[in-house]
Structures are given as C-alpha cells and as structure tokens.
C-alpha cells in the first residue's frame, strides 16, 4: 500500500477550495489535471509502499503525536511550482511554526521509511501539468480562509476504476 501523513480537509473547506481552484482554472490556464475535490489535502510526508501495513505507522504516529495541540492555519493565497512538463499549481498556506513543529516531528520519526531531503513546503495542490494563459500573480485574491487542524492523518493512494483515491486508514486527533 502506498501511504502518505496529511491533514486531510473537512468536506466544507474542501467545497470551498475546490470552487475557487475551478473558477481561477478556467480563467487563467490554457490546460491543467485538476485535483478531484475528495482529494484534496495538505501532504505533511510521503511515506511511500508500506510492505508491512499501517499498524507500526499508526503506533508511531499516535506517540509523538500525543501531546500535540489542534492548529490554526490561514490559506491565503496561490502559488507554483515550476516543472518542465506543466506546473504545479497550489492555495499557500500561512507560515505557521506549531505546522512546522510536527511536520519536523513527523519527517524525523519516519526517515527510515523515506527520507525527505526537501524542507516542508506547507501548500495544498489544486492542479498539476498546467501551462498558465495569464501570470499566477493575476489571478483572483480571495479573503484568508481559517482552519483549525484538528487530526492528522494517515492516507493510502490507490488507483479505483482507473482514478486516483486518497483513503484515510487512520487519524490521531490532536487536543
């Protein structure tokens, strides 16, 4: 099973996210593979196959997750990254040291079963492979839209009927 750690979105937010990603689409790129609305997340570390299951992964993540409190964060914005077959577009969440604090967490705790060399970066991706027809910095501003983290996630990615599903398989929620 494929497996990553995230926070995985209230359906409200994600309804949210997902109009205003399609609106901003429509208008400002030539081509893009949108992320379907149930797929939307913030990836926190990418796990990979997981040859043994979840439990271990669930074990660890509930104890150096235990004393964490829930998070507040701020999506405030768009943002990209570059790539040379289409870009990565992506909602910017607010730079906040308590999502930090436990992605740091997170990413020191599973380095043995993949070792991210990247800084977290915390985005929500919305597209992938898109060629802009007008520059990310014009398109339309939104009002800061606040969220409260309260669990952090374990999600399998598998392909259903030819579509990409992300599953989540176990929460630790925070107090």
């Not at 309804?15 to 399609?22: G, R």
């Not at 339309?140 to 009927?161: A, H, Q, T, V, W």
Request: aromatic fraction near 10%; charge should be positive.
């Amino acid at each position: 099973m494929r497996a990553f750690i995230a926070i995985d979105f209230s359906y409200k937010i994600k309804e949210v996210l997902d109009k205003l990603a399609t609106k901003n689409l429509l208008i400002g790129c030539e081509k893009y593979r949108k992320v379907h609305r149930d797929n939307i997340h913030m990836t926190i570390h990418f796990l990979g196959y997981l040859p043994k299951g979840s439990k271990e992964v669930e074990a660890r993540l509930s104890g150096i997750l235990q004393d964490e409190r829930q998070i507040k964060i701020i999506i405030h914005g768009w943002g990209k990254f570059n790539r040379r077959n289409g870009d990565i577009i992506w909602f910017d969440i607010q730079s906040n040291q308590e999502l930090n604090k436990i992605a740091n967490k997170i990413r020191d705790e599973f380095a043995d079963i993949n070792y991210e060399s990247r800084k977290f970066s915390p985005h929500i991706t919305i597209a992938r492979d898109t060629k802009q027809k007008i520059l990310i910095s014009q398109w339309e501003c939104f009002e800061e839209i606040r969220y409260d983290i309260k669990k952090i996630s374990l999600m399998k990615s598998e392909f259903i009927n030819n579509k990409l599903r992300y599953t989540e398989i176990f929460r630790h929620k925070l107090i």
